[in-house]
């Protein structure tokens, strides 16, 4: 989160500009949060099977 907030400012984008870039997911927090989310047994984007 940090580092894009630096690159946008660090290049000037404007709005626009952010807003068409493609960013990354899923982000080291998210996939932590659903490796824990797992390991109880509660995946939010996986079927059960």
Do not use: C, D, Q
Not at 3 to 14: D, I, P, Y
Not at 23 to 30: D, F, G, I, S, V
């Amino acid at each position: 989160l940090i580092a894009e907030g630096t690159l946008a400012l660090s290049m000037e984008a404007t709005a626009f500009e952010i807003v068409n870039t493609i960013h990354a997911h899923p982000t080291l927090a998210e996939a932590i949060a659903e490796a824990a989310e797992g390991i109880i047994g509660k995946p939010i984007h996986l079927t059960r099977t």
